[in-house]
């Protein structure tokens, strides 16, 4: 739609809810193409609120803008007087979080041409990621261990004395035994388990530097002097 059809169109927000007809339309200086509106708003249509058509789409019933009907409401307050001044501009752009445009001194002039060089820039970051797993498992194995024990024994001994045969009395041969049990002491074996050791298993953050190497692309503007160059030959 062409300026002079939007004015008078009724205005609707992204919902679907009228919000109030178009007053004005304000055109590109670049573009020479429609660019903001102004939306008579309030009590009796008193008000007149700036509405950026960027997004907006035509139909039957009239113009249906990408805001909501508060958003457009709240708008910042701007004599509507035929042309919005670059503070104006910038307060409408920043106010619906739309990229500014260039004003002033970074505009192009007449006759001059603007090339945007680009480049790619790193951003690095890191990511949490699983790199292995430790477990703890207790199994048996068996070793033989050697160990010293002192352990006694009975032993007989043999002593023989002469006997006194004033005090010993009459002897009389016969046959005569006597035992004697002797002990000794053997080494006994038994087994107890008990605890000797614990083994405790934590993490810890451990931070290292890592060289990242990565291809990044960048734009270059060579100049090209053709006119320079002719020059040169002659």
Request: aromatic share 4%; proline share 5%; glycine share 8%.
């Amino acid at each position: 739609m062409g300026p002079q059809e939007l004015v008078g169109s009724d205005v609707y927000d992204t919902t679907g809810e009228r919000v109030g007809r178009v007053a004005t339309v304000y055109v590109s200086e670049e573009s020479q193409q429609p660019e903001w509106v102004t939306v008579h708003t309030g009590l009796f249509g008193h008000k007149e609120s700036f509405v950026p058509l960027m997004g907006a789409t035509s139909g039957n019933d009239g113009l249906h803008v990408n805001w909501g009907k508060d958003k457009i409401k709240d708008a910042p307050r701007i004599e509507a007087d035929g042309r919005l001044s670059p503070k104006e501009s910038m307060g409408l752009y920043e106010y619906y979080g739309m990229p500014t445009q260039r004003t002033g001194e970074n505009a192009p002039r007449q006759g001059e041409q603007v090339m945007t060089r680009s480049e790619e820039q790193l951003n690095v970051g890191t990511q949490r990621v699983e790199s292995g797993r430790v477990r703890l498992r207790k199994h048996v194995v068996t070793e033989e261990q050697q160990v010293t024990v002192p352990v006694s024994h009975e032993e007989i001994r043999i002593e023989r004395e002469p006997v006194d045969a004033s005090h010993a009395g009459k002897a009389k041969i016969s046959e005569e035994e006597q035992e004697v049990v002797l002990h000794a002491e053997k080494p006994v074996v038994a087994k107890e388990a008990v605890p000797v050791e614990q083994v405790r298993m934590r993490t810890e953050e451990v931070t290292e530097q890592q060289q990242i190497r990565e291809k990044v692309r960048k734009e270059r503007i060579d100049v090209d002097n053709d006119a320079k160059r002719r020059d040169t030959k002659r």
